[in-house]
């Protein structure tokens, strides 16, 4: 395959995915409470940083996405850790002596136990104040290092796996707090692109997207894929493209000097979602099954990014994770080589990608499910499995 100049091919990870959790997080205090399996010190990445990036760089992944932990930087609120910012600043050091750019995440799903014990997002001032600072200290402590900003992984799913029973810290299932926090966190990310666009760094989302298909016209059917369009698709990416931000269960929230905030809208991709009988259900009903529980299927992804090139035409995309968890690495090369070739497709027909990053490089923690599914293209042991060189061919391919 060919591709544009200048295409960028990476990967994603997670502080307390790859460096566990810090013992100021929420998440932290979720393993302890037995809520989660021990994260430990993830997959070492916190002392291994260096020879991590000199193997991305060897296989073409050139841009890394990683997230700065607030936990480790404020473990006190208006406490910072000199030690953190320092230990933080070397990474990112390292990222670019290696030669891959380094992309930061300033909020991967967890966050201070002080910042949650306050009421977290669902708290206003906690996102016009305390959110606000911390970006403003991030962006004047590392963005001279940064190659480019993803503020927040997946908001569409962080209100919904923390406020509607998903299993995250607190651990609360309510309708109203799920409206407020799927509310607050889209206005903290737009928010926080605005103000790290300040840097000169490009922005890009991370919305986590799935088309959802009918699989029959039952009226409970088409309402719940109806709802599922306007939590996923209708409010980050409306409130990018109008600069009004629409929340289920929350009045429309005009605020136009968010309009157009991101210099790429972001996307994960790991599957469609089917309705059947008013429930979810795998798409296509035949797909095989991932050990997390959703159907494989990489075409899926050609309908998200058709479908992202019709609603924001005038912003570039990228698709900035995609991966599948599996022990099986013949599954993940089929599934990344498909995946390639329907993004490649897409670019052919006039939808403009600019980058691939794939989740992940190096094995990690993974929730819920601790060290039992494998995202990664090497190892924890920093084998380099045979999927990688699909990504590392790709990567030295011709450019368009």
Not at 283 to 303: E, F, M, N, R
């Amino acid at each position: 395959m060919r591709w544009p100049e200048n295409f960028m091919w990476g990967t994603g990870a997670s502080s307390t995915q790859c460096e566990g959790a810090s013992p100021a997080s929420d998440w932290y205090d979720w393993e302890q409470a037995g809520h989660a399996p021990p994260s430990n010190n993830g997959n070492g990445f916190a002392t291994h940083y260096a020879h991590d990036f000199a193997l991305m760089a060897q296989l073409g992944l050139t841009h890394h996405r990683l997230s700065i932990e607030w936990a480790r930087l404020e473990p006190e609120q208006g406490v910072y850790d000199p030690e953190a910012i320092a230990h933080y600043r070397a990474v990112l050091t390292a990222a670019r002596d290696a030669g891959v750019s380094p992309w930061l995440c300033l909020h991967h799903f967890t966050l201070p136990r002080w910042f949650s014990a306050s009421g977290g997002f669902l708290v206003e001032r906690n996102r016009t104040h305390v959110w606000a600072k911390h970006v403003d200290f991030i962006a004047e402590t590392f963005g001279d290092l940064a190659a480019g900003w993803q503020p927040i992984n997946e908001t569409n799913y962080y209100a919904f796996i923390s406020y509607r029973g998903g299993g995250w810290p607190p651990g609360h299932n309510d309708d109203a707090e799920w409206a407020i926090a799927g509310e607050a966190i889209q206005l903290a990310n737009a928010e926080a692109a605005k103000r790290l666009r300040q840097t000169g760094a490009p922005v890009a989302s991370i919305f986590g997207l799935s088309t959802v298909v009918p699989h029959d016209d039952k009226p409970e059917t088409l309402a719940l894929a109806a709802k599922f369009d306007d939590v996923h698709w209708n409010a980050g990416l409306g409130l990018h493209r109008d600069g009004i931000l629409r929340v289920p269960g929350r009045d429309p929230m005009h605020r136009p000097d968010l309009a157009g905030v991101f210099d790429l809208i972001g996307l994960s991709y790991y599957s469609t979602v089917g309705v059947a009988d008013g429930h979810y259900t795998v798409h296509p009903p035949d797909a095989p099954v991932s050990p997390l529980g959703y159907g494989i299927w990489a075409d899926g992804l050609g309908l998200v990014l058709d479908r992202l090139h019709d609603m924001v035409p005038s912003t570039p995309l990228l698709v900035a994770e995609y991966g599948i968890g599996t022990n099986d690495d013949t599954v993940r090369a089929a599934y990344l080589e498909r995946g390639l070739r329907v993004t490649n497709d897409a670019i052919a027909r006039g939808v403009d990608v600019r980058g691939f990053f794939h989740w992940t490089a190096i094995d990690n923690y993974e929730w819920l499910h601790g060290f039992d599914v494998s995202f990664g293209v090497i190892d924890i042991d920093r084998n380099v499995r045979p999927s990688a060189h699909i990504l590392a061919r790709e990567a030295a391919a011709p450019s368009l």
